[in-house]
Nanobody
Framework: QVQLVESGGGLVQAGGSLRLSCAAS????????LGWFRQAPGKEREFVAA????????YYADSVKGRFTISRDSAMNTLYLQMNSLKPEDTAVYYC?????????????????????WGQGTQVTVSS
């Protein structure tokens, strides 16, 4: 059983930065994949970034490459998403998710139904 609690959302101007955190409770094994998804009003949930808890693999959506960085602190059981150069189109509710699968290849980390546990979400609003 994994519980995920996001924090760090807020209102920021375009070009600004935010860092999201996701505190995970329960045992997080190195094979687990943790990721960030987002959902804007009237749109489907979309993948943002993911990391294997071992730290050896990260995967990003094309829309955030070069602007967002996913990382984790395994000692603190915390996942992060550093978001720089934010754009109004980044406005969404951001969700943390965890997959307990035995193995997920990088190219499959963006598939939402691979994830077993989800947080409640944190709102990010980018003003123009």
């Amino acid at each position: 059983q994994v519980q995920l609690v996001e924090s760090g959302g807020g209102l920021v101007q375009a070009g600004g930065s935010l860092r999201l955190s996701c505190a995970a409770s329960g045992r997080i094994f190195s094979r687990y994949v943790l990721g960030w998804f987002r959902q804007a009003p009237g749109k489907e949930r979309e993948f943002v970034a993911a990391i294997r808890w071992s730290g050896d693999t990260t995967y990003y959506a094309d829309s955030v490459k070069g602007r967002f960085t996913i990382s984790r602190d395994s000692a603190m059981n915390t996942l992060y998403l550093q978001m720089n150069s934010l754009k109004p189109e980044d406005t969404a509710v951001y969700y943390c998710a965890a997959s307990t699968a035995m193995y997920i290849p990088a190219q499959a980390m963006g598939v939402a139904n691979r994830y077993d546990y989800w947080g409640q979400g944190t709102q990010v609003t980018v003003s123009s």
